[in-house]
């Protein structure tokens, strides 16, 4: 792959998964930065935290197994876990911490 392709490919990969971001916020609607609606004590970033132990858990489980499942294949495991990885990133900025 030539460092064009390369930046052509991250650029579409970035997009998309921008796309899918916000038709999920637009879905569910804020609902990954504010706190759990179960468990109010933990912050956004804490409760986005646990999705990704729970996102890394299903990729474990999908990698170890070779478990071909159509409603959530390793690729949409992995864009979720970037997805939250991003959440994440948001939720540190509004809460004043950018580190």
């Known amino acids: ?27 569910y609607g804020n609902s990954a930065l504010t706190p759990p609606a179960l468990c109010p004590v933990l912050t956004a970033k804490e409760g986005i935290q646990v999705r ?15 478990e071909v499942v159509a409603e959530e294949p390793l690729r949409d495991t992995v864009k979720d876990i970037i997805g939250y990885c991003l ?3 948001i939720a540190d900025e509004e809460e004043g911490q950018g580190r």
């Open 87 to 89: 959440l994440w990133l």
């Open 52 to 66: 990704l132990g729970d996102k890394f858990a299903r990729m474990r489980q999908l990698v170890e197994t070779d």
């Open 1 to 27: 792959m030539t460092h064009e392709d390369f930046k052509k490919t991250l650029t579409k990969e970035v997009e998309d998964l921008a796309k899918l971001i916000i038709a999920k916020n637009a879905r």
